[in-house]
């Protein structure tokens, strides 16, 4: 694929969200990706599904491809670079459990009074969070304690992107909603 073909590709998937352009750019593209994350040390998995994240963020952002600041080529490894270095901070970090989310934010300097409230606090956020659905709760976990994107959500519990996307809403709105009646 020369760089103009490349260019052309992404920009069909700007202005049209051309399906075909997409998927020759991807059958082009994402094996070199995995291949280009495996030689910088990668394990193939992790580097499949890189690749797989960095296709999808070529979909969901080919407006902002400029051809006349970068080649496809350069633009497309740099969202591949980008997203390696986001699931490596992710990978980083301890995994929190909601039961000791709140142990994160407190020091050693607090007050009682601050840890009081905190402990109230804490108490009520755990009553509001065990009062959602089953449904609304594993996905507010997955979002907010796992940080997981609402793609990656959607695609490992095999739900339609849009459900994941009102159930989080919904639950939102609901632990908003009781909580502002807690404030009056």
Same mark, same amino acid.
């Given at each position: ?17 051309? &399906? #075909?352009?997409? *998927? ?5 593209? +994402? ?5 280009? /994350?495996? $030689?910088?040390? !990668? ?25 006349? &600041? #970068?080649?496809? *080529? ?5 969202? +591949? ?5 986001? /699931?490596? $901070?992710?990978? !980083? ?43 609304? /709760? ?47």
């Amino acid at each position: 694929m020369t760089p103009d073909e490349a260019a052309d590709l992404v920009e069909a998937i700007a202005a049209r969200q051309d &399906r #075909a352009a997409f *998927a020759q750019l991807f059958r082009y593209w +994402a094996p070199r990706i995995k291949a280009f /994350l495996m $030689r910088g040390g !990668s394990d193939a998995e992790i580097a499949q599904e890189v690749a797989q994240e960095a296709m999808i963020r070529v979909w969901r952002k080919a407006a902002s491809f400029d051809r006349r &600041r #970068a080649s496809a *080529a350069t633009w497309i490894y740099a969202i +591949a670079r980008n997203k390696r270095i986001d /699931l490596a $901070r992710r990978a !980083s970090r301890p995994a929190i459990e909601t039961d000791d989310w709140l142990a994160v934010f407190a020091t050693e300097e607090e007050d009682a009074d601050k840890s009081v409230l905190a402990g109230q606090t804490y108490s009520r956020v755990k009553e509001l969070l065990d009062d959602l659905s089953a449904e609304q /709760l594993l996905v507010i976990r997955k979002a907010f304690f796992e940080d997981k994107t609402h793609s990656a959500i959607a695609h490992e519990l095999g739900l339609p992107l849009g459900t994941v996307k009102s159930r989080i809403r919904l639950a939102l709105s609901r632990l908003r909603e009781r909580l502002e009646k807690d404030v009056r």
